[in-house]
């Protein structure tokens, strides 16, 4: 299992993980997935939990996974942390003796998956634990879009011991792969920290081919958290839902 990025494994940054990610237009779009409660839902990359436990204040039945135990050590003191199931695992790993009607991904983790091997067991995973009527959901960049020129980003976060800094800045980019690697700097009081990580923007088609295999069809494509339909040139966002193939 390769070692999750510092950002998710040190718990000094993982405590502040929320405050990086305050926005809710994607998590108002899963939450709005689910049908009425309770519902078995499959968190696979939970991060912190903050739509596990969303997912979990409205009645449904949910696990939450992910490879960083300092995120999930974050997640358990969420509101509803005592009441979901957290497991430590991979998401092309995962196994258990359940199904459920909704499979989610958010957050952009399924672009961690750098190999092919990678992604198609991780759909496999989707597949094999999803209900008959089910639907795996999740996003991923697109690739057709300039990320080198828009992914610098610098912002603030206020804390008790003190504001923190984050910048993200581009650290490599062949020209002929799918990969794009940047580093995120967290300037603390007394120390700077960094976390290094690695991305793969893969096709809409290459995603799509791969999750027929393994026994997913591709059902809706959107391009915006609005529900708008997929612009191969335009739209930022490629947000595939599956269902089981019959």
Request: aromatic share 8%; with cysteine.
């Amino acid at each position: 299992m390769t070692e999750p990025d510092a950002q998710y494994s040190d718990p000094r940054l993982a405590a502040i993980y929320d405050l990086g990610n305050a926005g809710t237009e994607d998590r108002d779009f899963y939450l709005a997935l689910a049908g009425p409660p309770p519902q078995d839902i499959l968190d696979l990359g939970c991060g912190t939990g903050l739509i596990t436990d969303r997912f979990a204040a409205l009645g449904h039945r949910v696990v939450g996974v992910d490879p960083a135990a300092a995120m999930l050590s974050v997640a358990r003191q969420k509101p509803n942390g005592a009441t979901i199931d957290w497991v430590l695992s991979t998401s092309e790993d995962f196994n258990i003796d359940r199904s459920f009607d909704l499979i989610i991904m958010t957050g952009h983790a399924f672009q961690v998956l750098l190999s092919d091997n990678q992604i198609s067991s991780t759909l496999a995973v989707m597949a094999r634990h999803l209900k008959p009527d089910g639907q795996a959901v999740f996003e991923s960049r697109n690739p057709a879009i300039n990320w080198d020129a828009v992914w610098a980003r610098t912002y603030t976060m206020q804390t008790a011991s003190g504001p923190i800094k984050a910048e993200r800045r581009m650290t490599d980019r062949a020209p002929s792969s799918e990969c794009l690697s940047f580093a995120w700097d967290y300037h603390f009081p007394d120390e700077v920290l960094t976390s290094h990580s690695t991305l793969r923007f893969a096709t809409h088609t290459h995603i799509t081919a791969v999750a027929a295999e393994a026994g997913l069809e591709l059902s809706h494509l959107l391009g915006d958290w609005d529900g708008s339909a997929f612009h191969p040139t335009r739209s930022r966002e490629m947000i595939f839902k599956f269902r089981l193939i019959e």
